[in-house]
């Protein structure tokens, strides 16, 4: 499973920066760039659109992303003419959380509704997104909310848990952030990292970032369900191990 | 004797509003200059030197065909807002023509209709918001109140380029809450809406064209 992005931009730099940023943390997933006009200027091309859309389909369905009015528009007319078994959603959402968001929901396997969700739950607009088992996926992606430590795990019961050095030199910037989230993906476990009090979904990149943990500093991992043993087991390694730094 | 329309006659037609739209081009990108970013002349010009070329090769048998390849046609080339507006409203007037040969005031009107339907849908716009909404809206009105009183596809489209063009105008003290005159709030407002404007345009060089055979 592995659902496709495309990036529509008025400016091809904007597109293929943002493509470029995205496939860092997303690097199996299929990220295709469609900024500027027709002429190469500044605007929107249906064809570059239509043609992007094909190329990021590897038959899982392809989520579009846009930044200004005519963006949406063109984005919204490729979809409109896609004959199946194509399918493509055009997503409200912030270009570049939004992009971020959905990339790492699809490296973690989202399929097209989780990764729709995901860049939705970015901007905030959880009343866009329709309820469904990979809600809680795409929530956790956009990393929307963090929970007082407490207030969760009353509900879940005893977790398995550990300290955990950050012993790279950025913390849970995003590389390392992306790492952790797809380091988890795969697992049957509920993982959370709680850090000066504030709790985020592990599998959220935008939610780890936000916990603002520097090198040097302490996180708290926690996991629930079948696999969270390995789940804390694969964090602290990742730790131990720099993330790859 | 009540005047229709061919697909012939629709080619002249558009070969017309080809001509206008490329004449009045720097006008467009003045508006445009004033509250968005100065390239609806230039969008507006390559889209329809395309529809020219496009609807001097033959193929297109029905009204509805030769509106189709302008739809598409300016979806492809125009790369602006206004390549998924017209588009879309060109496309919407194909479809509500079906495939007869030959439209009546009452299909024109229909289409009118039609394609106003579909630039609301795809720009999310009302009335009043400072967009080509402003003059295609009352361009429908109108052009459905002539053909309820008999007219033919002249009076129609000559009704529809005249409220059009007193749409245009109405857009001037507005404040723009669509499209990228809207960023501007307040200082949107003693311009003319370059959308609206072209609308205008489009509309009053068809009528011409109609009234003229
Ligand atoms: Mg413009």
Redesign the interface.
Known sequence: MTVGLVLVSHSAKIAEGLAELAAQMAPDVPVLPAGG???G???????AVATAVDRADRGDGVVLLYD???AQ??A??VVEGLSAPRRAHVVEAPLVEGAVAAAVAAQGGADLDGVVAAAAMAAGTAGEVAGGPDQEFAAGAAGMSTLPPSAGAAERGPAVSANVVLRNEVGLHARPAALLARSIADLDAEVVVEYAGTEADARSVLGLMGLNARGGDTVVVRAWGAQAEEAVRRVRDLADRHFDE | MSVTCTAEDLVVALRAVSAAVVDHGDELTELDRAIGDADHGENMRRGFLAVAAKVDSPGQTTPAAVLKAVGTTLISTVGGASGPLYGTAFLRAATSLADVSEVDGVAVAAALRAALGGVVARGRAEVGDKTMVDALAPAADAAATAAEGGGDVPAVLAAAAEAAERGAESTKPLVARKGRASYLGERSAGHLDPGARSTALVLRALATAAGAR
């Open positions: 006009g027709p002429d200027d500044l605007g929107t091309d249906y064809d200004l009015g005519s528009m063109t919204e007319l």
